[in-house]
């Protein structure tokens, strides 16, 4: 039996099996969802973008593919090293803790797809934020795509199965201390795997709390990839844009 629960995102993120799971994501949902908030943000011509837990980069060779120079950072080794065939002079890839500034300025900092609140220390989901801060630059724009946790929450699908690429994932969900669990387990070659995510189902008024703290500004909020108004019962997604 291979667990390992201590610090998942470290291990799961790294294994070839979480991208297996997850390898139906809707890349073209994706690609609209940077374009109109590249759009909506003015990002200057060729400017900086950091993409903060970039996993293997779809987001970030996009953005780049748009015109812009783009760093994409991830804790996971793995998918560093898988991103960074796709480096060039205006694109490049780091291993990088995102509770830590980079030290570097942007012009935006993007946080997508429910890449935050992981942290095992619950301090480190506000010095993300005031790493974001600290790397923006004058006119820069911070960008936090989270789940919007109210609807997850209402809808929780308690137990199902998926099947990719002949293996057979077994999940698991459910809300415990303010977390949102999934607790996944699959056999591989006759040996039993078991991995877990975690989730601070955050709100809006707690990611309102966090800005405060931080000391950074909601600018605006959107509740789906078309940046169309958010709805606490009723949009799919939180999409925060702050300064």
């Not at 995102?98 to 890449?115: C, E, G, Q, R, V």
Request: glycine share 6%; hydrophobic share 35%.
């Amino acid at each position: 039996m291979t667990k390992d629960t201590t610090q998942w995102f470290t291990s799961w993120f790294d294994t070839s099996y979480y991208h297996t799971l997850y390898k139906d994501r809707d890349h073209s949902e994706a690609q609209v969802f940077m374009d109109n908030l590249t759009d909506y943000l003015n990002v200057p011509e060729h400017g900086k973008i950091l993409d903060l837990a970039c996993g293997k980069g779809r987001h970030s060779v996009y953005l780049n593919s748009l015109g812009y120079n783009v760093t994409g950072v991830d804790l996971s080794e793995n998918s560093i090293a898988y991103a960074k065939q796709f480096e060039n002079e205006s694109l490049h890839f780091d291993v990088h803790d995102m509770s830590l500034p980079y030290n570097k300025k942007f012009d935006a900092i993007f946080n997508l797809f429910t890449s935050f609140g992981y942290f095992e220390n619950e301090e480190d989901n506000l010095n993300t934020i005031k790493a974001i801060k600290g790397d923006l630059n004058e006119f820069g724009f911070g960008v936090i795509d989270f789940m919007n946790s109210d609807l997850v929450v209402e809808n929780l699908v308690a137990e199902n199965t998926k099947t990719v690429d002949g293996i057979i994932f077994n999940l698991k969900r459910y809300l415990k201390n303010g977390y949102i669990y999934k607790d996944i387990s699959f056999v591989v070659d006759g040996k039993s795997h078991e991995y877990q995510e975690r989730v601070r189902a955050l709100s809006l008024s707690d990611f309102e709390m966090l800005f405060e703290k931080a000391g950074v500004h909601l600018i605006d909020v959107f509740g789906d990839y078309k940046l169309q108004k958010y709805e606490k019962h009723n949009s799919e997604r939180l999409v925060m844009i702050f300064k």
